[in-house]
């Protein structure tokens, strides 16, 4: 799994650890994430004493390859730090290799968050109407460019989001807008739902501000094209009615692939 992969899957899966309370039974979190089928590709969660994630570990043919710090201030995620082993060997070191920062505004919406990776700085400004985020703008600058460019939100009346648009912004300050992704949802409850990690917005599902599960994922480049991209969820439920396992089917570019993930949860 390369990192860009690694990555994603981590912004979707560790806000699991760090949700409210109230959406866990007795403190029900999830214990680990299991990848791939050959059970090579693992995420462990560690907690504090209060039921907050305090690290994510990911495993690759039982090494700890990666991982991930969580860092609060006032109740609320201030930084994570990625860590990234240099080598193979048992006893190679681990380099810090990205920092993620957040602030807020005084009613504790998310504001800002920044992240700084070798080459490029990015900073996510977050727009809010109505108790709803919709519209992230993100700047990207490196040593020889900056570029712009702009998430918007559609809700349905859950709170789910329906519709989400990305722009890219021209010289002028117009934008051009990429693609657009839309969404289904089945009435189960999200596991992720309302937690503290605000990048989340920016992966493939909305799972931190959705109430419910995807189900449904479509991409298309306008409005009245045909879709390059579609996937379909199908879940498995504990007693609880938390996901213990997501079996994903894509189509993209006419071409057909799929995965399945496994949820492990446990009680602290």
Partial sequence: MNIKTLLYLIIILI???????????????LDKVVYHENIDQIGQFKYNSNGTVQ???YYFDNNKDEYLDYLY????LSAKNYYHKLSNT????????????FTYSPNGEIAKAYLDTENVSYVYSFVWSNGEIVKIEVSYHSESSATESTYE???????????????????????????????????????????????DLLSSTPNNISPNN?????????????????????YIYNEFDLPVEK????????????STIKFFYKKI
């Fill in 247 to 258: 079996t994903e089917s894509i189509i993209m570019d006419g071409q057909e692939s799929g």
């Fill in 153 to 199: 939100m559609q809700y349905d009346v859950n709170g789910n989001v329906i519709k989400r648009l990305f722009y890219t912004a021209n010289e002028d300050n117009t934008l051009t807008l990429d693609y657009i992704v839309e969404y289904e949802y089945d009435n189960k409850i999200n596991p992720l739902f309302e937690s503290n990690d605000p990048i």
């Fill in 214 to 234: 995807v189900v449904k994922m479509v991409q298309r480049s306008s409005e009245d094209s045909e879709p390059y991209y579609i996937e379909e969820i199908e």
């Fill in 15 to 29: 806000t699991a650890a760090s949700c409210n309370d109230d959406h866990f039974l007795n403190k029900l979190v």
């Fill in 90 to 101: 048992d006893n190679s070191p681990y380099l810090l290799t990205q920092t993620q920062l």
């Fill in 55 to 57: 690290r994510y570990e």
């Fill in 73 to 76: 201030s006032n109740g609320k």
